[in-house]
């Protein structure tokens, strides 16, 4: 969460970094939100068919879907679309109950 935030710190041009360094946190991001979308999706199986937390979750996994997608813009504005969905993937993460993951941790 440091760099996503880091990231989303960028506001003036010469606080975003060198093209280089944009596109390696990009890449570095978008493998993380990745990660997170699979551990996410997995934990969406174990909830109830019906109710606003698999609503929730499965609405969230379509738009990290779509964000993934394509190719990724290496770009300050593509890396903080990318941090602004690893932030909304832990914070999903983090309101779904916490017997979801210890199945998935005891399964693997």
């Not at 280089?20 to 068919?49: F, G, N, S, W, Y």
Request: proline share 6%; hydrophobic share 45%.
């Amino acid at each position: 969460m440091s760099l996503v935030q880091a990231v989303l710190a960028w506001s003036a041009p010469q606080a975003a970094p060198a093209p280089r360094d944009c596109e390696q946190i990009t890449l570095l991001l978008a493998d993380h939100a990745r990660a997170l979308a699979q551990d996410l999706r997995q934990r969406c199986t174990r909830l109830p068919k019906s109710g606003a937390p698999r609503t929730l979750t499965e609405t969230l996994l379509g738009e990290a879907e779509r964000r993934l997608s394509p190719r990724h813009r290496t770009t300050v504005a593509g890396a903080q679309n990318l941090a602004r969905l690893v932030r909304a993937l832990y914070e999903r993460l983090d309101h779904l109950p916490a017997h979801l993951g210890r199945a998935a941790e005891a399964a693997g």
